[in-house]
């Protein structure tokens, strides 16, 4: 299956909602209800239902057109890749968000993709708080046959980094992915760490880190507002990265989420393999929601 299909397939939980067919006076509202179980959002929600009242489409097929290019229109801008500075030597990419979001696994994904444009890649195994952690991400290095920087397990994350990213420099990796401990803003200390981390990267290379990618489930839907705001509220965040697109009826919150943070997408994730990673186009996410 394409990345396309698997993005269609998974997304069809959500694009169930949009499944209408006859159109009368009621179906604005029943529409409307659907966008918001979709997670789209309430602004974004009263934009499309606006735009449809405007142009006065009552059939389903254009009322579909009109929230195809709607959804376009507000998703565009966003859907950017990360553009990785050949001046910054090693480009340090800092990746974080709650437990399970999928991190580890993205890093996997993005090792693989960089790699193949010719980037000398290498991670960093700075989750030192979970057991297995770090050899879940070295499985990822074998994959990827890339170097692995790693500790021991409950060692302190930033002193990690810091040796790591120096080693980097060494061996002259132009880019490293630092992975990090899943964490929730209820656990006070390693929202401590995340500030400690990153005002220790930032002793290597003012500049850095170069990006700070937030990764979320998909599949949380609303909940995910709270946790850019709550991770935003410790570090800037450069963009997001949209995991488990591949089996979730809450697909629209990418739509919330642009709306609210106005931050940019780089990938979106639709499944466990290496390959299940891919960069995320406006045209091609509205056409899985609405092509069916
Ligand atoms: N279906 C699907 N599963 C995914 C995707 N990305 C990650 N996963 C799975 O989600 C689970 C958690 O992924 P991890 O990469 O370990 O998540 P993490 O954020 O590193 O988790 P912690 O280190 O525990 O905070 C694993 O079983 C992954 O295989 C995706 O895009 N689609
Ligand atoms: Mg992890």
Redesign the pocket.
Known sequence: MSWLDKLKFGMKKTAKLFSFSKIDASSLDELEDSLLMADVGVSTTEAIIESIKKKGATDAMSIKRIMKEEIIERLKPYAQSLKINAEKKPFIVLMI?V????????IGKLGSFYQEQGYQVSFVAA?TF?AG?VD?LKEWGKRNNCVVYAGETGKDAAALIFDSIKLAKEKKDDIVFIDT??RLQNRKDLMDELKKITRVIQKTDETAPHATLL?LDATVGQNAIMQVEAFSSLTPVSGLIM?????TAKGGILLALTDKFHLPIYAI????KIS?LSSFTAEEYASSLLDG
Do not use: I, M, S
């Open positions: 968000g437990n399970g979001a999928g991190k580890t696994t993205t989750d979970r952690a879940q401990a899943g990764v995991t488990k697109l591949d089996g994730g639709v499944g466990e299940d």
